[in-house]
């Protein structure tokens, strides 16, 4: 993607599925930079989480909300809930810029969009933060249980991702049991720090790796048995688990993988689309991000219709048969799985009349 390239031509390189409406959000009492970015509302209203991240500059921050709402819309329709796709990023250092003042700034803009757009968490930002947000607007999702809310996503974002590891590994290697696989962990935040759990639990070997040297720590105290490495990505695993920031999956690193597996929580995990099929070259399937990451989407979609959490749990669950049946399908069409999940939403995204 070109960086110098204005906000209409970055959304058609991303897809001809254009953007809706992206608004550029400022507050000079509160030092608020924000960009919110709503790139379908066919399926219902644009939901997508706040990430609060210190990006090097303004374009950066732009290339990241487009590209993160674009795989929203993808992410909602391939799971199936009636919700769009939109997304927010801050710009700054949450450690350093986060004030209850500027939450709530922010929540302001976010609700003169009329419900056009819901938050929910990202990086950066906690159900903490959404329970501040969600003072200032209606708008928000994914706050904690004393506010309302269902609480933090992540533990049903990562059971998402088992339940696809589990469908990836019965693809591969003809059983969805994890026991005795080594499973390298990208990244030991939120939700990375709960698949370990399940993957323990499940009997399988465990790395991991991160940049941040507290949270590999914290994997440490908590599970001994975890290996910690400098990187997972080039290791010798039987399944490689982005679970930090995108793009991590380049031609390169894709050349350099030991893994027979690719599955995990991170969002825009190929750097380009070409990577899947450098991936599928050298026999490495890949499940898409947005299918098998859904569990978080899956749980405040739950939220917003106040289902009961059994109910939502058994929805994250069934994430397994969608990726089995994405990856049967890819197989048998001789496309890649990414390919395969992005039809399976187009078709929800096409079955929509056209407003006249």
């Known amino acids: 993607m070109h960086t110098d390239a204005g906000v209409f031509a970055r959304s058609h390189e991303l897809s001809p599925r254009s ?63 009636n919700l769009g796709g939109g997304k927010a990023v801050i710009i700054g250092d949450p450690a350093l810029a986060k004030t209850e003042a500027l ?44 506010a309302g809310g269902s609480g933090d996503s992540a533990r049903l974002t990562a059971l998402g991702v088992f339940h696809s590891m589990r469908a990836g590994a019965e693809a591969v290697w003809g059983t969805p049991a994890l026991a005795n696989r080594t499973v390298g962990v990208e990244g030991a935040g939120k939700v990375g720090g709960e698949l370990v759990e399940l993957l323990l639990a499940d009997g399988a070997e465990v790395c991991v790796s991160d940049v941040n040297e507290a949270a590999l720590q914290r994997i440490s105290q908590r599970h001994p048995a ?39 929580a991170a969002n ?61 399908v890819a197989r048998g069409a001789g496309i890649g799985a990414g390919a395969a999940a992005n039809r399976f939403a187009e078709r929800r995204l096409d079955a929509i009349p056209r407003s006249n």
């Open 19 to 81: 953007h809706e409406q992206v608004v550029f959000c400022e507050d000079d009492r509160t030092g608020l930079k924000a960009i919110i970015a709503i790139h379908s509302t066919a399926l219902g209203p644009a939901l997508g989480g706040t990430r609060f991240y210190p990006y090097a500059d303004e374009s950066a921050a732009l290339q990241d909300v487009l590209r993160l709402s674009w795989g929203m819309t993808y992410k909602a329709a391939a799971a199936g809930v």
């Open 103 to 146: 939450l709530g700034a922010y929540a302001r803009f976010v609700d003169t969009l009329g419900g056009r757009y819901i938050t929910a968490g990202d990086v950066g930002t906690n159900t903490g933060d959404l329970d501040v947000i969600g003072r200032h607007t209606a708008h928000v999702t994914g706050r904690s249980v004393a």
């Open 226 to 264: 975890v290996r910690l490495l400098g990187s997972v990505a080039a290791a010798p695993v039987d399944i490689y688990a982005p679970c930090a920031l995108g793009g991590t999956l380049t031609e390169d690193s894709a050349a350099a993988l030991e893994a027979k597996l690719v599955c995990g």
């Open 268 to 328: 825009n995990q190929l750097a380009h689309p070409v990577v899947e099929h450098a991936l599928g070259e050298r026999g490495i399937t890949w499940v898409p991000d947005f299918v098998a990451n859904a569990g978080g989407l899956i749980q405040v979609e739950g939220e917003l219709r106040s289902a009961p959490a059994s109910v939502v749990e058994a929805d994250v669950a069934r994430i397994y048969d969608r990726c089995r049946d994405i990856i049967t």
